[in-house]
């Protein structure tokens, strides 16, 4: 059982980037993206039911992200705009369901995002 998130980078102020986490091994009926800063808790960033069934955001990706999957690749993909400096910090997918990271099992290793001017 794998998750594997990619498609971190560097990007400047106002660009966008697209996150990936493929998963194999098994399927899963909700993945979640998490992030974490340097010196701050993992927080939740946004979810989704497998099929687009359902979303969930947190109030910081409202409106600038969006989360959706590709039954047929087995991917969920978070599509991030208008990001902020603040946006800095590590992604990490995972499969479970809310906004609680205990509640989730599997994780990904994660991927580096930067947002610099």
């Known amino acids: 059982v794998q998750l594997q998130a990619s498609g971190g980078g560097f990007v400047q102020p106002g660009g966008s980037l697209t996150l990936s986490c493929a998963a194999s091994?098994?399927?899963?009926?909700?993945i979640g993206w998490f992030r974490q800063a340097p010196g701050r808790e993992r927080e939740f960033v946004a979810g989704?039911?497998?099929?687009?069934?359902?979303?969930n955001y947190a109030d910081s990706a409202k409106g600038r992200f969006t989360i959706s999957s590709d039954n047929a690749k087995n991917t969920v993909y978070l599509q991030m705009n208008s990001l902020k400096t603040e946006d800095t910090a590590i992604y990490y997918c995972?499969?479970?369901?809310?906004?609680?990271?205990?509640?989730?099992?599997?994780w990904g290793q994660g991927t580096l995002v930067t947002v610099s001017s």
């Open positions: 989704i039911i497998w099929g687009g069934v359902r979303t």
């Open positions: 995972a499969a479970g369901r809310g906004q609680n990271p205990d509640a989730y099992n599997y």
């Open positions: 091994g098994r399927t899963f009926s909700s």
